[in-house]
């Protein structure tokens, strides 16, 4: 039986969704408990930013939820309102991960949208993001990886030793 406990850390740029599973989660189990995370992330004026995990995540299966493609969050830049990029949002899915110090059981990335899956084919010398940014998050203790587009199914190559799921 696993005894590992559910959490949800769910990025401001996906709340609706994160609390719809949420809901979802709370009606499967039948009980009021709270699947949503307890964290904080933290935008600097120069537009760095920190994650920080406000709770105890030992023996827990995180699942980080992240829609990368909302134009909608904005933070202070230099005293500006600044709308977060694709990057910006990426970058905090890995500040997520790094705040879990190793802690977390396993950590299941959950992207809406597939993080640079657009440019999947390499046009001469030019960079395969999509692909770098699935190794990464590979390397950095990511067991799954679940989104609903994917530009292109192939992309999957990147990783094939952690579970990538697509579905369309």
């Given at each position: ?22 809901k ?67 970058q ?10 190793g802690?977390?059981?396993?950590i ?8 640079q ?28 990886i679940i ?17 990538f799921?697509?579905?369309?």
């Amino acid at each position: 039986m696993n005894n590992r406990k559910l959490k949800l850390l769910v990025m401001p740029n996906c709340q609706e969704l994160g609390e719809k599973i949420e809901k979802e989660l709370q009606k499967l189990k039948k009980e009021e408990e709270s699947y949503l995370l307890d964290f904080t992330p933290d935008r600097f004026n120069n537009g760095e930013g920190k994650v920080r995990i406000n709770e105890n995540i030992n023996n827990v299966d995180l699942y980080i939820l992240s829609d990368v493609g909302n134009y909608d969050i904005t933070y202070k830049y230099h005293g500006r309102d600044h709308h977060m990029a694709p990057d910006e949002h990426f970058q905090d899915i890995k500040r997520s991960i790094a705040a879990t110090s190793g802690h977390a059981s396993k950590i299941t990335v959950i992207m809406p949208l597939l993080y640079q899956s657009r440019q999947d084919k390499r046009k001469g010398n030019e960079s395969l993001d999509c692909a770098i940014a699935l190794q990464e998050l590979q390397n950095i203790g990511v067991k799954n990886i679940i989104t609903f587009d994917a530009h292109n199914s192939s992309v999957c190559n990147a990783i094939p030793r952690p579970n990538f799921r697509r579905n369309d």
